[in-house]
């Protein structure tokens, strides 16, 4: 595998609390342009992991490769600056503020927040347009004018889809995106993720195997904090020791 083909790479990531080890020398290898599930029983250390890469936690030990860029010591910001965006990490959205308005204030975010007094009635226009654009790229146009704490429950992840593809990431990470949805709305985020990872990386904790067997390209099985096994659905779900751990669990 060269290393070119990798968006992000973790080596021997570590994470203890207070002498539990949460994670135990976990090496994740994402290929660049793949839809990524990170998937196992609870506690397994799926959030943990994607704390650390976040860096909401600070890894005990191992180092965390993003575009082959060592980016373990980095603040939050520089590693989104850079193109790694977790969904909820700009998603906190205002309930109070529309659809398009938020889409607008994480457009704004990434074209810089430098202060003018006045600004033009075109830039607003021009801004309006592409929070439009986005909107519609995740198929909420029709939303756009309601007030975000009124859409349905399972509209809310296209919005905080469409708020992270604001910041135009080079790789997504995904907090279990089909979480209490019916199944309409998850055939709706596995179709949106499918569509959105035509230009770009995903990778994504996820427990609803239809979601993972039917958009995921390749699949690290986690259990007690260390890689149990990896690669494509049929392989992974065939696996006697991926069985027998979701079966112990
Ligand atoms: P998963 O997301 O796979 O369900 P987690 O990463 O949430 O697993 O948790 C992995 C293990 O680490 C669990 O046993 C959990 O109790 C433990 N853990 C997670 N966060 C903390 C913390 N802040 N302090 C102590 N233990 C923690």
């Known amino acids: 595998q060269a290393a070119d083909d990798l968006i992000l790479e973790t080596a021997g990531l570590v994470k203890e609390f207070r002498g539990f080890v949460a994670v135990d020398g976990v090496n994740l290898k994402i290929r660049r342009g793949d839809i990524h599930a990170l998937i196992g029983p609870n506690g397994a250390g799926k959030t943990t992991c994607f704390n650390l890469l976040t860096k909401f936690l600070q890894p005990t030990r191992g180092r965390i490769l993003f575009k082959g860029q060592d980016i373990t010591g980095e603040s ?5 600056r850079k193109g790694m965006v977790r969904s909820f990490q700009i998603s ?25 007094f006045w600004k033009s009635d075109r830039s607003l226009d021009c801004l309006n347009e592409r929070a439009m654009a986005l ?31 604001a910041l135009d990431p080079e790789l997504m990470l995904l907090d ?39 958009i995921c390209d390749r699949i690290t099985v986690l259990a007690r904090g260390a890689v149990l096994a990896e690669g494509d659905y049929a392989e992974v779900s065939s696996n006697p020791v991926v069985i027998e751990a979701y079966m112990g669990s």
């Open 176 to 214: 279990e995106p089909t979480q209490g949805m019916g199944l309409e709305d998850v055939e709706r985020v596995m179709a949106l993720i499918k569509k959105v990872s035509a230009n770009r990386s995903i990778l994504m904790v996820e427990h609803n195997m239809k979601v993972v067997s039917g």
């Open 92 to 116: 906190a959205v205002f309930p109070h503020m529309t659809v398009l308005e938020n889409v607008r204030v994480a457009l704004q975010r990434k074209l810089g927040t430098s202060f003018h």
């Open 135 to 165: 909107l519609a790229e995740v198929g909420l146009e029709s939303y756009a004018r309601m007030v975000t704490v009124e859409m349905p429950y399972g509209r809310k992840r296209a919005l905080e889809i469409a708020t992270t593809l």
């Open 76 to 80: 939050p910001q520089c590693i989104a």
